[in-house]
T-cell receptor
Framework: NAGVMQNPRHLVRRRGQEARLRCSPM?????VYWYRQLPEEGLKFMVY????????ESGMPKERFSAEFPKEGPSILRIQQVVRGDSAAYFC?????????????FGQGTRLTVV | GENVEQHPSTLSVQEGDSAVIKCTYS??????FPWYKQELGKRPQLIID?????GEKKDQRIAVTLNKTAKHFSLHITETQPEDSAVYFC????????????FGGGTRVLVKP
């Protein structure tokens, strides 16, 4: 089991460009969570998805940010027209269930730098 | 929504001493409380967790206690070693919220040899 895979590990974008972050959950996991960690801060919940469904996006900024988890392929976090304040580490976690208390397994993260 | 407060923000201990980190939460519905260790540039890794039907859990040098009435939980690390140096995060979640985690602000632990 390869664990939660995120790519790219590092991403540099100029202001105004788009950033696409990918997350492949652990095998057998159908629940994906995205978290953002600003430098020297804790992790903040962004969005919770199951296959083809957004379950909870209460932590997502209202503009420029979107997420999907298609039937086939990885979950994608998309940031349009990036600004310097989007620079952060973005972590994806997966779990086998959203209805039982189970451990969430984190990926290695994507470190986004906006220049 | 849930709010988790974590103290202290930094903790420096001598090797061999104990370290204690405390967290409080606001949502009485929360019933799962994991602790994560994050080394510089790495992913958060689960070190121990506790569910609301248990008051205490221990795993070698690490223990966690939970007081549901007071809505606080604590991490205890005994016989600290230099490799325990890292940032530690507490978190809370509940099934009704789909198990999304609300994290505390983190504690940077430095174990001095």
């Amino acid at each position: 089991n390869a664990g939660v895979m995120q790519n790219p590990r590092h991403l540099v974008r100029r202001r105004g460009q788009e950033a696409r972050l990918r997350c492949s959950p652990m095998k057998g996991h159908s629940h994906v969570y995205w978290y953002r960690q600003l430098p020297e801060e804790g992790l903040k919940f962004m969005v919770y998805l199951q296959k083809e469904n957004i379950i909870d996006e209460s932590g997502m900024p209202k503009e420029r940010f979107s997420a999907e988890f298609p039937k086939e392929g990885p979950s994608i976090l998309r940031i349009q027209q990036v600004v310097r304040g989007d620079s952060a580490a973005y972590f994806c976690a997966s779990s086998p269930s959203g209805t039982k208390n189970t451990e969430a397994f984190f990926g290695q993260g994507t470190r986004l730098t906006v220049v | 929504g849930e709010n988790v407060e974590q103290h202290p923000s930094t903790l420096s201990v001598q090797e061999g001493d104990s370290a204690v980190i405390k967290c409080t939460y606001s949502d009485s519905a929360s019933n799962y409380f994991p602790w994560y260790k994050q080394e510089l540039g790495k992913r958060p890794q689960l070190i121990i967790d506790i569910r609301s039907n248990v008051g205490e859990k221990k795993d070698q040098r690490i223990a966690v206690t939970l007081n549901k009435t007071a809505k606080h939980f604590s991490l205890h690390i005994t016989e600290t070693q230099p490799e325990d140096s890292a940032v530690y995060f507490c978190a809370a979640s509940h099934q009704a919220a789909g198990n999304k985690l609300t994290f505390g602000g983190g504690t940077r632990v430095l174990v001095k040899p």
